[in-house]
């Protein structure tokens, strides 16, 4: 998904603060399932629908970003010449310009979309070797890193392009120029960029690694000079919703795919080639579209639907989306992260950290991805630096409520649990979600 671009301010002032809401899918990691979501945030920055976020005079540009998670792509990258092109239409040399002049494009979007990894401290050789393979299976620290390069790479084209961007017209959302840049430390070094991360399910640990991640190439960076000069920006918050974060296999989920997924290791290839082989093959477009409908019980024509649809036919989906749930549920066990996350808030009276993020929870009482042991876990360990708010019911627009007494000093810790959200809220509860985030939002950037 490309970004999109908000100018939210009626301020004409030459204020260079520009805001990111950089959001990271669950798994299946397509960002086609979010699709409502992101549409609602960002029609919050305009005053319609989800919250009236555009009365936030601080914020000149805002720029909306999510992405599809590695090997969840339905499209094939290596793909060449484009559709259309020059040589396919046989209309000589303007043909073949028009033709090379998409190619670039397309290698554009590519380096948008897979940028080098070396710039995550932690990513492995291999990685970054084979950070554009279209057969590869990411596991869950290759996305991290994925994750991570992606943030970086966006941040130094917006840091380029922010003289163009701050004459944007507020007539709405635009879609982001997508030119490779370079040099990206030589021009508006005076940008301050700040970053809220949004993550659902997975992509809330993702969101977590990123910002640990963060704080490491900060060190790594101050104590050696042959790294690339640290890009100027900072991660303000941490949005996460229905969160699994922590000991992912003892939900009731996870009790069964556990071991099932460790000990039938050829379970995501077997899967893979039964959809590709069987039901790809030998059904239509549009009877397969039926079986999946009745199968999952999604409305016909929904974006639900019709992203389950685009996975389910994507090349390596279904074993991506199996391999990596088999990392998750080796992997998100006990809690893992130090001060660089939770910040030094833990009744031990140190002074706070001004760098670490607000954290903002929102678990669903009933979840069959976390188990109610670790959510109350959470509750008991992480409340106790913030506030925690239960809300009886489906409807209640919790997140709309001011902070108040002193209880949220930064970082802060907010801690929500609602009656009635679903665990793949996107499928069906994105009107709601919107109301929730848009409201966060709001309380962030009002006490910026």
């Given at each position: ?147 991570y390069a992606r943030l ?256 949220n000093k930064s970082p ?37």
């Open positions: 998904m490309p970004a999109s671009l908000c100018d939210p301010s009626p301020s004409t002032s030459d204020a260079r603060t520009l805001d990111l809401v950089f959001f990271i899918t669950g798994n299946p990691g397509l960002i086609a399932y979010y699709h409502p979501f992101l549409a609602g945030v960002v029609q919050g920055f305009n005053g319609r629908d989800g919250g009236d976020l555009s009365d936030v005079s601080a914020r000149p540009v805002v720029v909306v970003a999510g992405f599809s998670l590695g090997g969840f792509e339905v499209e094939d990258w290596t793909a060449a010449p484009l559709a259309g092109s020059g040589s396919e239409r046989g209309q000589g040399a303007r043909g073949v310009e028009e033709g090379e002049e998409q190619q670039r494009d397309r290698e554009a979007l590519r380096d948008l979309l897979f940028p080098d990894v070396a710039a995550s401290p932690s990513a492995s050789q291999t990685a970054k070797q084979d950070s554009r393979s279209v057969q590869r299976i990411y596991s869950l620290a290759e996305q991290v890193e994925l994750c970086e790479n966006l941040l130094g084209r917006l840091r380029m392009q922010c003289d163009s961007l701050q004459g944007l017209s507020r007539s709405g959302p635009e879609t982001l120029n997508s030119q490779e840049t370079t040099n990206t430390s030589t021009r508006n070094t005076d940008i301050n960029l700040k970053v809220t991360l949004i993550g659902h399910s997975v992509g809330a640990y993702i969101a977590l690694e990123l910002v640990r991640l963060r704080h490491e190439y900060r060190q790594q960076a101050t104590a050696a000079d042959s790294l690339p000069k640290l890009a100027k920006y900072s991660i303000l918050s941490c949005i996460l919703l229905t969160p699994t974060i922590q000991d992912l296999h003892l939900s009731s989920s996870g009790r069964i795919a556990s071991p099932l997924l460790a000990f039938l290791p050829f379970l995501p290839s077997l899967a893979q080639g039964l959809v590709q082989n069987v039901l790809v093959k030998f059904l239509s477009e549009a009877w397969f579209e039926v079986l999946v409908k009745r199968a999952t019980g999604m409305q016909a024509a929904s974006h639900g639907l019709v992203a389950t649809v685009a996975f389910l036919r994507s090349r390596r989906g279904v074993c991506q989306a199996l391999e990596m749930a088999k990392c998750e549920l080796r992997e998100i066990r006990k809690d893992s992260w130090g001060n660089e996350v939770w910040g030094i808030a833990a009744g031990d009276g140190a002074v706070v950290d001004q760098s670490n993020p607000s954290l903002f929870f929102w678990f669903a009482r009933r979840d069959h991805w976390v188990a109610d042991v670790t959510r109350e876990e959470i509750l008991s360990t992480r409340g106790g630096t913030g506030f925690i708010e239960k809300d009886d019911k489906i409807g209640d627009d919790a997140g709309k409520d001011e902070l108040d007494d002193g209880r802060r810790i907010r801690i929500d649990e609602t009656d009635g959200l679903m665990h793949a809220w996107c499928l069906t509860q994105s009107d709601l979600v919107v109301r929730r985030v848009n409201g966060w939002l709001r309380e962030l950037w009002d006490q910026d």
